[in-house]
């Protein structure tokens, strides 16, 4: 059975993320294709890049790397809830990602984000590009989701109707690409 994880993407109390994390995995587990789990970044306490080799070499010293390393290795797919900072991803999921190397290599991804007016597409555009260094097969479907439209008060998660079929198309290339890169890794 291919596992799939949904990385929630920002550490600040209070965040969105979580609840859109809850909400897509909510979705996954009606389906039957994959295991889909949730995994905190928060979790792992990762301070600031601290390992002295690169990451390509994968000759980690310190325990929350170590950790992070083989929660990552563990899934053959992500699904990145990530919002947008600044017309990028979040400095704390930026970091989470610099860790690793070979976890995330030849693997897929998908995307959800959110934001302001554009439902954390930029961010997503970035997110795309920091994945094509890593070897990461990014799919074309996407969730957007905005706080204006998509929440009740700018703070409770109420996506509009459309957004549970757009996850499942989310789902559905992420789970071929996560089966296909298999056999190639
Ligand atoms: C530091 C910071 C920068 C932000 N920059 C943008 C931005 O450039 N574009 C946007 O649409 N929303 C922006 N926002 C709004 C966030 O996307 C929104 O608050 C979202 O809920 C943040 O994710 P979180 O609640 O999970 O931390 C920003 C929020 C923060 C805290």
Redesign the pocket.
């Known amino acids: 059975m291919l596992k799939i994880a949904i990385i929630i ?4 109390p ?5 609840a ?1 994390a809850h909400w897509v995995h909510e979705i996954a587990q009606k389906r039957s294709d994959a295991e889909y789990e949730i995994v905190d970044i928060a979790d792992f306490h990762l301070p600031l890049f601290d390992e002295p080799k690169p990451p390509i070499m994968g000759q980690y010293t310190k325990p929350h790397t170590l950790a992070w390393s083989a929660a990552i290795n563990s899934f053959d797919g992500y699904v990145f809830v990530t ?6 991803i ?1 400095g704390a999921l930026k970091n989470a990602i610099d860790y690793l190397f070979n976890e995330w290599k030849d693997k897929a991804a998908g995307i959800v984000s ?7 597409a ?2 997503a555009e970035n997110l795309r590009l920091i994945l094509g260094e890593l070897n990461v097969a990014d799919v074309r479907a996407q969730v957007t989701l905005s ?1 204006f439209t998509d929440f009740e008060n700018y703070s409770i998660l109420k996506p509009a109707p459309h957004q549970e079929a757009a996850a499942n198309t989310l789902f559905d290339q992420v789970v071929a690409w996560s089966g296909a890169l298999k056999a190639l890794r």
């Open positions: 993407g920002s550490t600040r209070g965040r969105r993320g979580e859109i919002p947008e900072y600044n017309h990028a979040s959110y934001g302001g007016g554009t439902g954390g930029r961010a706080v």
